[in-house]
């Protein structure tokens, strides 16, 4: 703690200090930088002029391309990684000039990407005793980002006394690093010294990550990781692959030309790019909590990349020892990739999320099944008569089955049904058969009545009462109630809960579509499709993604999860938050709204200046834990935090 409060003190002082300085410093190294850069253009295009004469003067003159065409354009990508990181670090520094974060990015900005052009590469003839000294300062800043991000503290007492002697080492090998390129084997050796250093400083940034930082901290960490992951595996990959795939290409000046303009675009600026972006998210916090879906897909598509890229190699280099001809043989494996392409991409998917992550199901099940179903006033049934039941219009449709309007001994009712492909599923069937089940065994005035059951052509029903009003989604149209009203149907909904649960019955459905309010302004509580019994230990649901995401708890999605009572203690809070805000906590795709139930507070309902109470500010945010022991042990603890003040 002492430590802290010393290296913040000493920290912030020197940041006041010369917080007017920091602007003209940051313009003066980035002229000096420029200015190194603007030195080696010219070498640097007449090398890649020579390239383009002697490997693409064919097909640049079959195009009708001059030849400076090929390092111009390589030219103009590299600036334009020099305009995003300058840029972004300029901006870093003008809005957060307090944030010693924002600080060290900047500056760590304009000398980390200059370092992967080819013009400060060739300048480094002219001047390298300068960019030694840059080197310096930017490893200096490189490794203080390491050891400090995100909260620009040391975390562990024990490090600063390492750091004396890790910034010498710096002082020292990097310049003789910078100045050893005649001396290969002396520059080999202060290549691992300096990779070592760093990755030191990467082990304690992990530590620091899993044993110290804040769920918000960590999303942070994670923004940067993927940057620097993005800039470094992606390229490295490549060049491995390249290693294979240059030796087929290498006759072909057409194929090889495309081949070095679509890689250097794609898996080396860009890449490279993404650095300073997602630093500058990481320290502005403006979409902090979309990593953990951008990491999910940036892993699928690099799991997909990786795999197509094996079984093209291979399969290019099969076909060509078989056929001897390589444009046949690529073309012909060009055609086989685009074919596997779907099956490998929902394979590497599931691996993903259900092996790696431990999801009940992956992301590309989630989409499909919260696709909206449209409603139609026909169903498969309509007209349908049977010995006390007639099924007229559907008034609802689920994934599961159609709920009709209908009549049942003169009397009208809704009529729920499977969808007849379901009823041949024996677990779809099973979940029916315990919604029935559970119908049977509950009475309560805010749960739906069960009035019969049966079958007809082997597809089994339920009638249910009929109840003249709106569902809770159409009544509150995303528009905030008053707290009165939402507290009052809230409570309701709870009753129903409490007294389901008591029978040893969880709910795992709560969400709007499935509260009917009656004209009478009673609320009710339907649909028991995904109703779990206490002493059933089979789990109908399996691995489907079964249930709507909004009001999904965490342990309703991790596969490891145990789902009890609390699980409806969460979905009851995102319910009254979302009555209460005219919205659900959590926004964006399904995939989106998936890993902020896993990581993401939810916004407190005190911000939205709604003069919502501060007691039902406070226990929502406790009925969203993510963990269920966090959260009120039941649905009657939830209702006695929100209805007490009421009730006095």
């Not at 092996?355 to 498969?380: A, K, M, P, Y």
């Not at 709507?548 to 309703?556: L, N, S």
Request: charged share 15%.
């Amino acid at each position: 703690m002492t430590s802290e409060k010393n290296t913040k003190t000493i920290t912030d002082s020197l940041i006041g200090r010369f917080e007017r300085w920091l602007i003209p410093l940051w313009a003066v190294m980035a002229v000096i930088i420029l200015f190194i850069i603007g030195q080696g253009v010219i070498p640097a295009y007449e090398s890649r002029l020579i390239d383009a004469d002697v490997l693409f003067g064919v097909p640049l003159e079959a195009w009708n391309l001059p030849l400076a065409f090929y390092p111009i354009y390589l030219l103009t990508l590299e600036f334009s990684l020099i305009a995003i990181a300058m840029g972004t670090g300029l901006y870093l520094l003008l809005i957060a000039r307090n944030n010693r974060m924002a600080i060290l990015a900047s500056f760590f900005m304009i000398i980390w990407v200059v370092t992967w052009v080819l013009p400060y590469i060739e300048a480094q003839k002219q001047f390298p005793l300068q960019i030694a000294v840059i080197d310096v300062v930017g490893n200096f800043l490189y490794t203080t980002l390491l050891l400090t991000f995100p909260t620009g503290r040391l975390q562990a007492k024990w490090v600063r006394w390492l750091l004396p002697g890790g910034f010498l080492l710096l002082f020292i090998v990097t310049p003789m690093n910078s100045l050893s390129g005649t001396l290969p084997t002396q520059g080999a050796l202060l290549q691992l010294i300096l990779y070592g250093a760093v990755a030191g400083a990467i082990l304690l940034q992990v530590l620091r990550y899993r044993y110290h930082s804040t769920q918000e901290e960590k999303q942070q960490s994670k923004w940067v990781f993927l940057g620097f992951v993005a800039s470094y595996a992606i390229p490295i990959t490549f060049l491995t692959v390249d290693y294979f795939i240059a030796p087929f290409i290498i006759g072909n000046p057409y194929i090889r030309l495309i081949y070095r303009l679509i890689n250097s675009t794609f898996f080396v600026m860009i890449p490279f790019a993404l650095l300073p972006i997602t630093m500058l998210i990481a320290i502005t916090k403006s979409r902090l909590w979309e990593i953990d879906l951008l990491l999910n897909k940036a892993t699928v598509t690099t799991g997909v990349t990786l795999t197509l890229l094996v079984i093209g190699g291979i399969g290019v280099g099969v076909l060509q020892a078989l056929i001897s001809n390589t444009i046949i043989a690529i073309v012909t494996m060009l055609v086989v990739v685009i074919v596997l392409y779907k099956p490998v991409r929902r394979t590497v998917q599931s691996l993903l999320d259900r092996q790696i992550l431990g999801l009940r199901f992956d992301l590309d099940q989630l989409q499909q099944v919260q696709l909206s179903r449209e409603i139609t006033n026909r169903g498969q049934h309509s007209g349908l008569k049977l010995a006390n039941v007639e099924l007229l219009n559907v008034i609802d449709r689920g994934g599961m089955g159609e709920v009709y309007q209908g009549i049942w001994h003169e009397r009208a009712v809704a009529i729920k049904t499977m969808l007849k492909k379901l009823a041949k599923e024996p677990i779809a069937r099973k979940r029916f058969e315990r919604e029935i089940r559970a119908g049977q065994l509950l009475s309560h005035p805010h749960i739906v009545k069960t009035l019969d059951s049966g079958a007809f052509d082997d597809i089994p029903y339920l009638v249910l009462e009929y109840i003249a009003g709106h569902t809770l989604k159409n009544y509150s149209e995303n528009t905030p109630l008053s707290t009165d009203e939402a507290l009052k149907i809230v409570c309701e909904v709870g009753d129903a809960l409490a007294y389901l649960h008591q029978q040893g019955m969880v709910h795992r459905d709560i969400k709007p579509s499935n509260i009917m309010l009656r004209d009478a302004g009673s609320s009710v509580l339907i649909d028991f499709g995904l109703v779990k019994f206490a002493e059933d230990d089979t789990d109908l649901t399996g691995k489907a993604a079964i249930g709507t995401i909004d009001y999904m708890a965490p342990e309703q999605i991790k596969s490891a999860g145990t789902v009890d009572q609390r699980a409806d203690v969460y979905a009851l809070g995102i319910l009254l938050y979302e009555l209460l805000t005219g919205q659900t906590p959590f926004a964006g795709d399904a995939g989106q709204i998936l890993f902020a139930h896993l990581t993401q507070p939810p916004p407190d309902l005190s911000d939205f200046g709604l003069g919502i109470p501060e007691y039902v500010s406070n226990a929502v945010q406790r009925a969203l834990m993510k963990d269920p022991d966090d959260r009120y042990p039941s649905v009657s603890a939830f209702m006695d935090a929100v209805a007490l003040p009421l009730a006095a």
